[in-house]
């Protein structure tokens, strides 16, 4: 079966740093991503794991340990804009075929 | 400027009624999918395609139909059948990532919200 699990909700303070956690059991792995939606919109890309190791992009910084089926999302600077939902989504190696997670709701307080 | 279109944006239906969505998507991508957000829910595939006139069902098909005749559209029913459909739709289309840099992530239209009434 496909199962990715994430904490359902998350707070933080401005200013702060929050990781997001990813866990996936899934057949097949041919890639996880993160995605971004602010309520009401659509999803927006955030980052790409492929192999194991940190992939940094500015404030956004996203890991991937593929033997524990694990990932995270680290978000560096908080700001009120980052209040949104962030998806985890790994791409099965059969074709473009994605799953999501639940998402992670966060709230950032000021 | 190039992406995906999706509309209706708002879309109200009795119950007993198909309604036909809408995407478009001028970045020339192969494959294009639709997905089903419910509140507090993940996002769920419904139909995705790699290639014109072919497509295949996803974890949650029943109750809708999807075309693909031209490489730019993918038009989804949600027939009488669907037991639930009010929800937020979405239509993405990814490129392969047969070449890198290329990752193939998902871009998505606006959504379109179904409420049935």
């Known amino acids: 079966g496909q199962n990715i699990d994430q904490p359902t909700e998350m707070t933080a303070t401005e200013g702060a740093i929050v990781q997001i956690n990813c866990t996936y059991q899934t057949s097949g792995f041919n890639g996880l991503f993160w995605y971004q939606q602010h309520a009401g919109e659509a999803p927006t890309f955030l980052s790409y794991n492929v192999l194991d190791g940190l992939e940094e992009k500015g404030r956004f910084s996203s890991f991937l340990s593929r033997s524990k089926g694990y990932s995270y999302l680290l978000l560096k600077e908080l700001q009120m804009k980052d209040s949104a939902s962030y998806l985890c989504?790994?791409?099965?190696?059969?074709?473009?075929?994605?799953?999501f997670g639940p998402g992670t709701r966060l709230s950032v307080l000021p | 400027d190039g992406g995906i279109t999706q509309s209706p944006k708002y879309l109200f239906r009795k119950e007993g009624q198909n309604v036909t969505l809408s995407c478009e998507q001028n970045?020339?991508?192969?494959?294009m999918y639709w997905y089903r957000q419910d509140p507090g829910q993940g996002l769920r595939l419904i139909y995705y395609?790699?290639?014109?006139?072919?497509?295949q069902k996803g974890d949650i098909a029943e109750g809708y139909s999807v075309s693909r005749e031209k490489k730019e559209s993918f038009p989804l029913t949600v027939t009488s059948a669907q037991k639930n459909p009010t929800a937020f739709y979405l239509c993405?289309?990814?490129?392969?990532?047969?070449?890198?840099?290329?990752?193939?992530?998902?871009?998505f239209g606006e959504g379109s919200r179904l409420t049935v009434l």
């Open positions: 970045l020339n991508h192969d494959a």
């Open positions: 395609s790699q290639i014109v006139n072919d497509f």
């Open positions: 993405a289309s990814s490129k392969f990532p047969d070449r890198t840099p290329v990752t193939g992530e998902l871009f």
């Open positions: 989504a790994v791409r099965r190696n059969y074709g473009q075929n994605f799953v």
